[in-house]
Nanobody
Framework: VQLQASGGGLVQAGGSLRLSCAFS????????MGWFRQAPGKEREFVAA????????YYADSVKGRFTISGDNAKNTRYLQMNSLKPEDTAVYYC??????????????????WGQGTQGTVSS
């Protein structure tokens, strides 16, 4: 099982980035896919998550209304569209996958598989 995150970069405040997470294998084997981020000196935090059917979606309060998680099952890919970016969104963004969610979708411990991370930097 491999996840490959891409799409990070440097943008000015107010700009946009679109992150992609490509899965290997059968995407329907996963219960959920999530995006997490970790800023320098801070703990990893939940950003958004989506079920494999796309019918269940969660967002962190800090990104609601600005970020959109979506997926393309035919391409085995999930996306995170990030608009109206702020300097505090600067972080390494990780995609992760879970075969089951026994507890909270917001808990990184629920996700067994992780991508390598992609840096998103927002300048003021």
């Amino acid at each position: 099982v491999q996840l490959q995150a891409s799409g990070g970069g440097l943008v000015q405040a107010g700009g946009s980035l679109r992150l992609s997470c490509a899965f290997s294998g059968d995407i329907f084997a996963y219960r959920a896919m999530g995006w997490f981020r970790q800023a320098p000196g801070k703990e990893r935090e939940f950003v958004a998550a989506i079920s494999w059917k796309g019918g269940t979606i969660y967002y962190a309060d800090s990104v609601k209304g600005r970020f959109t998680i979506s997926g393309d099952n035919a391409k085995n890919t999930r996306y995170l569209q990030m608009n109206s970016l702020k300097p505090e969104d600067t972080a390494v963004y990780y995609c992760a996958a879970a075969t089951i969610i026994a507890g909270s979708w917001y808990d990184s411990n629920e996700y067994e598989y992780w991508g390598q991370g992609t840096q998103g930097t927002v300048s003021s």
